[in-house]
């Protein structure tokens, strides 16, 4: 389905080419506060104080960090995480990523470097040590707004997969990027709620429909492709877009505690078939929806090509005109919502669809088909 959408009332942004101008002026403040510290404890620890002599007692405490807290877990993850600068004829763009196998291969969003793919330019990956690679795109996907590159780099340490089918609201994550190019920064927070239908993109060819998980931990331009992991370490989602509150409340662009990540059971998936493949398909129905309608639901186009001949919907017997209310019992709103729940399926995978016709409430259940 080539679909158009309208974007919800708080404006979802894709994060990609933002924030390079923060470096120097950054740099500066942190070097004053450094400055300041030094300043204040760099004295010996001996000396003499208003003519007498006095020994200044040293701190021989050890600071503690257990297994599953924040610092341990951003020691473990953060040797994997990489800073992605994508350069093109027409610009650039600087996000996220991380290792998901020791033979070099990077994980990231589409959005971070769709703009080198398409107008000639280099991409070059920094790994957490300072080292760094030019990379080769193995395999994008706009769809799902995911990417796989490749460095020339060997026992790297992958990160642990968690299960983002698992996750409840509620939980303790971690987001670890490269914010407005201030690489390596980990931010806290929870998960606020699950299968957000989010739309990013910058393009209509290139919009992704996200069933998004929704956390409040700080996520601003630069975040695109990095992790979120959970209180284990393992990664639960892919940082991909964050809400804005749009120029009528202001011109706040950071974060406003409203971002949204891919869920890695879906990023896994995509991962392994850009890899193996160097493209991804998605599940469909075989319809067209019509995406200016503004009544509850997702309602099927009104013409003669809204239902693929011999596709899943047609098997199923729906028709033009039908107004999608609920896939497996989760509630439709919108077209974009319809496009979620679908794209969060599988290939091949049973689903029951209920709908109105006419007025009256129908289901009939149908075989997702691979997208084309």
Known sequence: MSLHNPGPWW?????????????????????????????AFGASSSGSLFGRSVNLVKSTSVIERPVGS???????????????????????????????DSRGYILTNNHVIAGS??????????????????????????????????????QLKALQFGDSDKVAVGDSVIAIGSPLGLSGTVTLGIISAKDRAVTA????????????LQTDAAINPGNSGGPLVDATGAVIGVNSAIASLGSNFGSQTGSIGLG?????NQARKTADQLIKNGKATYPVMGISVDMNYS?????????????????????????????????????IGSPEELIVAIRAQSVGDNVVVTYTRSGVAASATLKLTASK
């Open 11 to 39: 404006q979802v942004q894709s994060v990609s080419g933002l924030g390079r101008g923060i470096t120097l002026r950054s740099a500066i403040v942190l070097s004053l506060v450094v400055g300041v510290i030094a300043g």
């Open 70 to 100: 924040v610092a341990e877990i951003a020691q473990r993850v953060l040797p994997s995480v990489v800073s992605i600068d994508a350069k093109s004829s027409k610009g650039g763009s600087t996000g996220s990523g991380f290792v998901i």
């Open 117 to 154: 793919v398409t107008n000639g330019g280099d991409i070059t990956v920094q790994l957490n040590d300072g080292s760094s690679y030019s990379a080769k795109v193995v395999g994008r996907d706009s769809a799902y707004d995911l990417a796989v590159l490749k460095i020339a780099a060997v």
């Open 201 to 212: 993109g910058e393009s209509n060819s290139e919009n992704s429909f996200i069933n998004a």
């Open 260 to 264: 949204f990540a891919i869920p890695i």
């Open 295 to 331: 009544g509850e639901g997702a309602l099927i186009a009104s013409n003669s090509q809204a239902i693929v001949p011999g596709g899943p919907a047609a098997k199923a017997g729906l028709k033009a005109g039908d107004i999608i209310t609920e896939i497996d019992g989760r509630p």
